[in-house]
């Protein structure tokens, strides 16, 4: 009788036998799982984020300092912490470590790195750090670093859905940015230019501007923007089509080439209207009923 009941206890299920150690995610897949919580698959941004207000002379506002400064870790620290918005609370915020890991996704990061561009972006007025217990909270402000507090962009005047936008006008950024790695193989000229365009074509399909004026109108170099152009190019985001136009003011026979760019998918006027379009047809989707 001992000798089957020791059978019967060998041959009992071990009920740890299920639980294998995973393996930590890469850099690449913790973005991705995070950024899959958001679900909005876009991240919206202020225009003035890329230029300020027409009036001003120098129109050159937060992306002109990130150039010219070349704080291109800062950069996508703070893009990523626009997109992870909605699942990053006061309450439950994301570890620095945790941050080091997702900003390791091109070269390595760590925590002390990542202290820096935080540190960066607080003393641009674009956040603010505040120290919960072992944790540092990071809250986004106003994308011209006016230090003014942030909303996100898109959201109706108290919740109403027929009120009016908060606080002018916003361009978006699908999170394929992110999820294919553009965020990772785009220098800071190609970033520069991707948000100039995303902020240019998001009424319209298609941008044009004199690389000339680029100083003048976001406060960054010629070099920069042809720079730029060269990388979207190269990531084959970039469409070209060139115009020539009369001018009284050319010799007879004479047309001037204006230079008429666009984005090619996954970053065109006409995707990012069906991620806006798709998003609002979620919120508007009734829930079902508990059972």
């Not at 950024?35 to 129109?59: C, E, H, M």
């Not at 003048?216 to 970039?238: D, F, P, V």
């Not at 136009?245 to 006409?270: I, K």
Request: hydrophobic residues 35%; charged residues 25%.
């Amino acid at each position: 009788m001992h000798a089957e009941t020791g059978s019967v206890h060998a041959m009992t299920d071990d009920p740890f036998g299920s639980l294998k150690d995973e393996v930590p995610p890469s850099p690449h897949e913790a973005r991705r799982i995070l950024l899959d919580g958001a679900r909005r698959g876009y991240v919206p941004v202020r225009n003035v984020f890329v230029q300020k207000d027409p009036g001003p002379t120098d129109r050159s506002s937060s992306l002109a300092l990130f150039v010219t400064n070349r704080q291109e870790r800062a950069l996508d620290a703070l893009l990523t912490l626009y997109a992870l918005q909605p699942i990053l609370t006061e309450e439950d915020p994301l570890p620095l470590g945790a941050w080091a890991n997702i900003l390791s996704s091109r070269t390595h990061c760590s925590v002390t790195t990542a202290s820096k561009a935080f540190r960066v972006l607080d003393d641009m007025g674009l956040i603010t750090r505040t120290r919960r217990g072992l944790t540092t909270v990071l809250t986004p402000l106003r994308e011209d670093g006016s230090g003014q507090a942030w909303t996100r962009p898109g959201a109706r005047a108290d919740d109403a859905p027929s009120g009016p936008i908060q606080d002018g006008p916003y361009f978006t950024i699908p999170h394929e940015f992110w999820n294919d790695g553009y965020i990772d193989r785009l220098k800071l000229p190609g970033k520069a230019m991707l948000l100039i365009m995303l902020k240019e074509t998001q009424g319209k399909p298609a941008f044009e501007m004199a690389v000339d004026r680029a100083q003048r109108y976001y406060g960054i170099s010629e070099r920069t923007a042809e720079r730029g152009y060269l990388e979207l190019s190269k990531e084959k985001l970039l469409l070209v089509h060139i115009q020539r136009t009369a001018s009284a003011r050319l010799p007879a026979g004479l047309l001037r080439e204006v230079y008429h760019r666009a984005l090619a998918d996954p970053f065109s006027t006409t995707r990012r209207r069906a991620l806006q379009t798709e998003a609002a047809k979620r919120v508007r989707r009734p829930k079902k009923a508990d059972v």
